[in-house]
């Protein structure tokens, strides 16, 4: 069914020109005065704002002056324009009306639905609207003005392309403001009392299911409690006058504070550092420095040994004893490089469980950034799920207690993850790699290596902080070392002995061999 773009009686136009006096709504204020009750209670029935109505009504009936008349000369109080389908029975009025076909404006001749009042045709309005399926979406749209307007024009009230335009703007115009600040006052005041009431009750309940929220979380790691921030509500308007309109929460706050949480952050990273590099170091005290296994007891039996030797050349006994001793010099330095060469092994193997531990909370931090901008996690003036930032914190933590990290918040409450010399592990929702591969120029060593978005490259030598560190930290500053002085050490005593005994001679005259292979 095709709507009006504007119902005007041609014929009439004329007449009403000569009669302006006689006609029934002659001026706007006339007319709104005597559909203004009727229009509340249809606006009422469809949810929409009555002023909107009002002007609706306006547009196709020029503020009444130009309503379609009867054969008789008398209203038909048609005020909206609709046509009289095959399923009205009721009284008509055939007229010309303009409409917009293929963009071109036609005059055609229709019949339209005739009332015997405003009320009727208003009441009319509204049962045409409600059982129409088409403008189920107009209904829904309630007090958005434009919103009810477009979805009807839409869906085929009218054929003029300006329609919904033209409605607001008589809306917009100083007679239909004043009626929808009078319906907003009316409607607003009455409420007043029981609407404030209702927020403060409401208020107060978020506020204790906040509480008892800390409580409950009393025990649980990484928790931070959280506030209510309460604010008043919005203001109403009346008489010159701003009433207050009750309170509201306006979000709920973390006890936070990010720069305590960095410092923490830092500190945590330097703590399992020295934690891991003392844990390890410790073992090669233990090694070194045992009173039974260590070099120092191997190496003081077998200098008493050889000073046995140089008392007595000639004693058989002393000479084995001082091969015996020889031996187990020889099986010591072995025995403590095989368990330097496991410590070796098992600390390459941390490396590479810190390293895919890195990986897998890198991706953990920005599945949680997606689950803060999903789900309506994230809200209106940046208020984000308390409970998330918690868990993406804890997380970062336990990064920075593998590696030390560098953390850059944005605005919209999204982080970048910085490591080693620069090199972005995070940004928004996108992950970069780390990796331990051997290296090129010693493959018994690991390198760390990033896999960036052109190149892979070594960044070993810029990580510094947390277990990264303290594994890197303690393999090049303290095994390493070890294992190269231990074994300059068994060079050093093997070539100063071997030498000694090259210069020497044996019990059967012979010249001396070497005494350590």
Not at 64 to 74: F, N, P, R, V
Not at 94 to 122: C, H, I, K, M, Q
Request: glycine share 8%.
């Amino acid at each position: 069914m095709v709507r009006l773009n504007r119902v005007m009686d041609d014929d009439f136009a004329e007449v009403g020109l000569r009669q302006q006096g006689e006609t029934r709504w002659s001026q706007p204020q006339v007319f709104v005065a005597d559909i203004w009750p009727q229009a509340q209670q249809a606006g009422e029935r469809l949810g929409v704002n009555p002023a909107l109505l009002v002007a609706q009504s306006a547009l196709e009936t020029g503020w009444g002056k130009h309503t379609m008349k009867l054969a008789d000369g008398s209203s038909s109080f048609n005020l909206f324009g609709i046509k009289a389908g095959a399923d009205w029975d009721a009284a008509v009025v055939t007229r010309s009306s303009l409409e917009y076909r293929d963009g071109a404006l036609n005059s055609e001749v229709s019949a339209f639905r005739a009332y015997s009042s405003p009320a009727e045709s208003l009441a009319d309005y509204a049962e045409f609207i409600e059982s129409s399926p088409r403008y189920n979406a107009a209904l829904k749209a309630g007090v958005d003005d434009r919103g009810y307007i477009e979805t009807i024009h839409r869906a085929g009230y009218a054929t003029d392309p300006d329609y919904a335009d033209k409605v607001m703007a008589i809306l917009q115009g100083e007679t239909c403001k004043f009626l929808s600040l009078t319906w907003n006052q009316e409607t607003n005041l009455m409420a007043d009392m029981l609407n404030t009431a209702i927020s403060g009750l409401l208020t107060f309940q978020r506020a204790l299911a906040t509480t008892s929220n800390n409580i409950a979380n009393v025990n649980t790691p990484g928790y931070s409690r959280q506030t209510v921030d309460i604010g008043t509500n919005l203001p109403s308007y009346s008489n010159g006058n701003f009433y207050g309109a009750g309170v509201r929460v306006q979000g709920i706050d973390r006890a936070y504070d990010q720069f305590l949480t960095s410092e923490v952050r830092d500190t945590t990273s330097v703590h399992a550092r020295l934690d891991i590099f003392s844990e390890l170091a410790s073992h090669i005290d233990d090694v070194l420095a045992d009173p039974q296994g260590g070099i120092s007891p191997t190496l003081r039996q077998f200098f008493e040994s050889l000073q046995d030797v140089s008392d007595d050349p000639a004693s058989s006994t002393a000479r084995y004893a001082l091969l015996s001793s020889a031996g187990t010099l020889a099986s010591r330095f072995q025995s403590i490089d095989n368990r330097l060469e496991e410590l070796q092994q098992n600390t390459t193997g941390q490396l590479t469980n810190v390293v895919d531990e890195i990986n897998s909370l890198a991706i953990a931090i920005r599945d949680v950034n997606q689950a803060l901008n999903d789900s309506g996690a994230f809200v209106s003036g940046g208020q984000q799920a308390a409970d998330l930032l918690d868990k993406r914190d804890a997380l970062l933590d336990e990064l920075a207690s593998k590696v030390d990290i560098n953390v850059v918040e944005e605005d919209d409450n999204q982080m970048s993850i910085f490591i080693g010399n620069g090199q972005t592990i995070l940004t928004g929702t996108e992950v970069f790699s780390l990796s331990a591969q051997a290296d090129a120029n010693d493959p018994t060593r690991d390198v760390i290596v990033y896999n960036g978005l052109i190149t892979v490259y070594d960044i070993s030598s810029h990580l510094g902080g947390g277990e990264v560190g303290g594994l890197l930290d303690f393999r090049d500053n303290v095994l390493n070392p070890t294992r190269t002085a231990l074994g300059r050490s068994a060079i050093g005593i093997a070539e100063a002995f071997n030498a000694q005994m090259g210069d020497g001679m044996d019990l059967n005259g012979n010249l001396g061999t070497d005494l350590f292979a």
